[in-house]
């Protein structure tokens, strides 16, 4: 059993990200109808691998998609909102598009948000490595009603 998450995601690829790669990024996110072939990846064996870019696919009542893959000065970008029921695809798609990240852009490249919780997920990319952090805010009113906020962070 899974909750439903929304994802944002925006990160830049290597230039030299494989086609095949690029072709199933490109089917992902809605750019083709097909792909070529599969890579060998834990990712792939999934039950909704397709929803994680394009919750069109995912056949639920919650559906929202709103995504690029473009090609800009010779690196792709791409830029994700999907909502979902997720069972573990998130994670196994940053570990699948980890090596292809372009580590001289953005650390922070987006986050992830359950419906069952408050708070988001943050995700960066640093040091070749997906690194997932919680957010936590406790907030207290004053007698002057300003309210203010104590936050946490927590690496997972």
Request: aromatic share 16%.
């Amino acid at each position: 059993m899974g909750n439903f998450i929304e994802v944002n995601l925006r990160l830049k690829l290597k230039e030299k990200t494989p086609n095949e790669i690029i072709n199933v990024l490109n089917y992902l996110t809605g750019r083709a109808e097909n792909y070529n072939s599969l890579p060998n990846h834990p990712f792939f064996y999934m039950n909704k691998w397709k929803s994680v870019c394009n919750a069109i696919n995912d056949d639920t009542a919650i559906q929202g998609k709103l995504n690029y893959f473009e090609l800009n000065n010779r690196q792709w970008d791409l830029c994700i909102r999907s909502i979902y029921k997720d069972h573990g695809e998130i994670k196994a798609f940053l570990n699948w598009i980890l090596p292809y990240i372009d580590e001289t852009w953005l650390e922070f490249i987006g986050f992830i948000k359950y419906d069952t919780s408050d708070h988001p997920i943050l995700i960066y990319f640093k040091e070749n490595e997906i690194v997932f952090l919680t957010v936590r805010c406790e907030e207290s009113e004053t007698v002057f009603e300003d309210i203010k906020f104590n936050w946490s962070i927590k690496e997972l």
